[in-house]
């Protein structure tokens, strides 16, 4: 973690639990509050009428104002900035405190190194899948940062531990504003901190307030999930051609693997996933059809119909915000909405799929979903073969991306690109890879995350925000159980294979060419789980 070289002593404000201070982050540079012109109004809350930058040496336009609200249940503080920069973000710093581990991420605890720890949201795949953090006291007690927000924007929770006396640390709570909107001045949403002994009753008052601003809906009642779904208690993650080339499974043998499984559990209970379905993995995002070198539209009808025979579905695997630069019309329908950083600049979106071990594959793109004709063309893709193959789902892959683009919303644009599936496909069931908190209305299926290809799950450190809305199954990068082969996602190999038998994480199994034969052991464990699954919760 980078941080500033030098001392900056901002003018503290006193609350119950520890002195606060205010840095506010223009595009152009940092400033805090002018103590010279600092004071207090008849409603208690301090206004400084100017600011100061260079480390406190020098002084320019801008006002902020800070209200510190003290209560029994801990201390709420708002805080408004203005600069005629237009503000980037605030943060509100909670100084001197007692260093500890990290806690209420999908992880569990996270140690803080010397360096200090920075803790993101929102984070599809790990941390934080709401703006909740605490931090663990040496007496137990935990202190506890949560923001009150009620839209989708970046929160970054740091923890810094003195230089000079590293048990003793500050945690800053780093708000940005939306891109999307520049604006001169920013309204941060209410922080709340708290100092308690059970973390319990916070995160229960917190998933009230998420349920409520975003409109959460319960499982049993969300008519977004068809009837097959409430039955599914196995998914197949069927891999079928890496980006190289190599084919693991042909529609044939991913319709044989379907069968062999059908002897072991009743395969109404079987979800198919086909990562890989299209041709090379992820080389012509942007253009889905199928592959003639597993099978051709007759191999994939095979596929579809046989599995329907016996009871299964299938859910093909689509990118909602990747495309191939070399694709026919991607000057025109992926171009202008390429996702942007609030800088303007254009992030990396790439991973070592062909082993070169860089990550410069200037063939793909990231799109913005917020751009109206990406989605379309997206969309009317997965429509046009969802009826003329009669797939029951679409995976959409890096759903949970969250950037926040200049150019509009990436959470408010996949909410369209569902919109406009359900429009076309009214019966097509949606999936999605990863989650947080705003996206549990808007897509009921999920992948687990992972932390450099560990299990991260959804339902961790709240059941109650995730299981109440949504259900997971295993991420594509888990290994199979025969040889730990992720398959065709870029991960090559990893250790974890099975996943915990809870009510939001359903048994998955990942299969390449030769995983029954050579592991049945194992699969009969995951295949356990699963009829383990239908038993408590089906």
């Excluded at 930058?53 to 320019?60: H, I, K, N, P």
């Excluded at 939306?178 to 973390?199: I, N, Y």
Aim: proline share 7%; glycine share 8%; net charge negative.
């Amino acid at each position: 973690m980078q941080d500033l070289s030098f001392r900056w002593p901002h003018p503290r404000i006193a609350t119950s639990l520890g002195p606060v201070t205010v840095r506010i982050h223009t595009g152009e540079n940092v400033y805090g509050l002018d103590p010279a012109s600092l004071r207090t109004d008849e409603d208690g809350v301090v206004v400084a009428d100017r600011l100061t930058w260079a480390g406190g040496e020098q002084t320019c336009d801008g006002t902020a104002r800070v209200r510190v609200v003290d209560g029994e249940d801990g201390v709420r503080i708002e805080v408004s900035a203005e600069h005629r920069h237009g503000v980037r973000s605030v943060a509100l710093v909670l100084h001197d405190q007692p260093t500890g581990d990290v806690t209420a991420v999908r992880e569990g605890d996270l140690p803080v190194p010397p360096a200090g720890r920075v803790v993101g949201y929102p984070n599809g795949w790990f941390d934080l899948a709401t703006p909740l953090l605490a931090v663990r006291r040496p007496d137990g007690d935990l202190t506890v940062a949560r923001s009150l927000d009620d839209q989708v924007r970046s929160k970054r929770f740091v923890v810094i531990p003195h230089f000079d006396d590293p048990a003793t640390c500050d945690l800053e709570l780093i708000a940005d504003t939306d891109a999307a909107q520049p604006s001169a001045r920013f309204e941060v949403p209410v922080w709340e901190l708290r100092r308690t002994a059970d973390l319990a009753p916070v995160v229960a008052e917190h998933t009230a307030h998420l349920r409520q601003a975003y409109d959460l809906p319960d499982w049993a009642e969300r008519t977004d999930v068809p009837a097959w779904l409430r039955r599914t208690a196995l998914v197949l993650s069927l891999n079928g051609m890496h980006f190289t080339g190599k084919v693991f499974l042909t529609y044939d043998g991913m319709l044989d693997v379907i069968r062999r499984l059908s002897d072991q559990i009743d395969p109404e209970h079987i979800l198919a996933y086909l990562p890989g379905w299209e041709g090379r993995y992820y080389r012509w995002y942007g253009r889905f059809d199928v592959d003639e070198r597993l099978g051709g539209p007759d191999g994939f009808r095979r596929l579809i119909d046989g599995a329907h025979q016996l009871g299964a579905r299938i859910m093909p695997m689509f990118g909602a915000n990747v495309a191939a630069r070399d694709l026919p019309g991607f000057e025109t329908w992926a171009a202008p909405g390429q996702l942007l950083n609030p800088s303007g600049h254009m992030p990396i979106g790439s991973v070592d799929w062909d082993a070169s071990r860089h990550f410069d594959h200037s063939w793909g793109a990231l799109v913005n979903p917020a751009y109206e004709p990406w989605r379309r063309h997206i969309a009317e893709q997965i429509v046009r073969l969802h009826h003329e193959y009669g797939f029951d789902a679409a995976f959409l892959d890096i759903s949970a991306m969250y950037n926040n683009d200049p150019r509009g919303s990436t959470t408010r644009g996949l909410r369209d690109l569902v919109e406009l599936l359900r429009t076309g496909a009214p019966d097509l069931a949606i999936a999605g890879e990863a989650w947080f908190d705003a996206l549990g209305g808007i897509i009921p299926l999920v992948q687990a995350g992972h932390r450099d290809t560990v299990p991260v799950f959804h339902d961790l450190p709240d059941p109650a925000l995730f299981t109440a809305s949504n259900r997971s199954f295993g991420h594509v990068c888990l290994g199979d159980p025969a040889h730990g082969s992720s398959g065709v996602h870029e991960a090559g190999y990893n250790a974890h294979w099975r996943l915990p038998v809870r009510e939001g994480v359903i048994p998955t199994l990942t299969v390449v060419d030769d995983t029954l034969d050579k592991a049945p052991e194992r699969v009969a464990l995951v295949v356990q789980d699963a009829r383990e699954y239908a038993a408590k919760y089906l």
